[in-house]
């Protein structure tokens, strides 16, 4: 397998612990996505128009603050991306990340996790904001709790 890393966007803890899992079944290094001014309880609450989230993910142009871009992306070939599903596609601080570095050349696969949406046209939404020579792989969704061997037959077939 080529070098792999799992890079990820965790709100609420839910997608950080499908990374961690994956990285362990993947034999891959870890890195967390974090943002500049961490997201709040408030700032997640979907049902409030005023909420943080509810006004970046209204205007797909926004690009929050990234707490650190030292993520060794050239060391890898390949990167698992993760991130809970936000109105239905990525947070827009996914395309914060991936227009803060170069992935020409690489394979990016997405999973996420979400409370009852699938990808939608998340891996559609994100292509803007990477290298036209970039591989984005849609992956699978990561609700619930898989075992190491389950993530481990899902890597396999991905025949990367």
């Given at each position: 397998?080529?070098?792999?890393?799992?890079?990820?966007?965790?709100a609420?803890?839910v997608?950080?612990?499908?990374a961690k899992?994956?990285?362990e079944a993947?034999?891959a290094?870890l890195?967390e996505?974090?943002?500049e001014?961490p997201?709040t309880?408030?700032?997640?609450?979907?049902m409030?128009k005023?909420?943080?989230?509810s006004v970046?993910?209204?205007?797909q142009?926004?690009r929050?603050a990234?707490a650190n871009r030292?993520a060794?992306?050239?060391?890898?070939?390949m990167?698992f991306l993760?991130?809970?599903?936000?109105?239905?596609?990525a947070?827009?601080?996914?395309?914060?990340?991936l227009?803060?570095y170069d992935?020409?050349?690489k394979?990016i696969?997405?999973?996420?996790t979400s409370?009852?949406?699938g990808?939608?046209?998340?891996a559609?939404a994100?292509?803007g904001?990477?290298?036209?020579?970039?591989?984005?792989?849609e992956?699978?969704?990561?609700?619930?709790c898989?075992?190491?061997t389950?993530?481990?037959?899902?890597?396999?077939t991905?025949?990367l």
């Amino acid at each position: 397998m080529k070098k792999a890393l799992v890079a990820y966007f965790s709100a609420s803890g839910v997608t950080a612990k499908a990374a961690k899992a994956l990285a362990e079944a993947a034999e891959a290094d870890l890195y967390e996505i974090k943002p500049e001014i961490p997201y709040t309880q408030a700032d997640l609450n979907w049902m409030d128009k005023r909420s943080r989230s509810s006004v970046e993910m209204n205007n797909q142009a926004f690009r929050p603050a990234l707490a650190n871009r030292d993520a060794k992306i050239k060391e890898y070939d390949m990167v698992f991306l993760g991130f809970p599903i936000w109105w239905y596609v990525a947070p827009t601080i996914i395309n914060t990340f991936l227009e803060s570095y170069d992935f020409s050349g690489k394979t990016i696969v997405l999973f996420a996790t979400s409370g009852g949406s699938g990808f939608g046209k998340t891996a559609d939404a994100l292509r803007g904001s990477v290298a036209s020579d970039t591989r984005l792989v849609e992956g699978r969704m990561l609700n619930g709790c898989l075992s190491e061997t389950e993530l481990r037959s899902w890597v396999k077939t991905l025949k990367l």
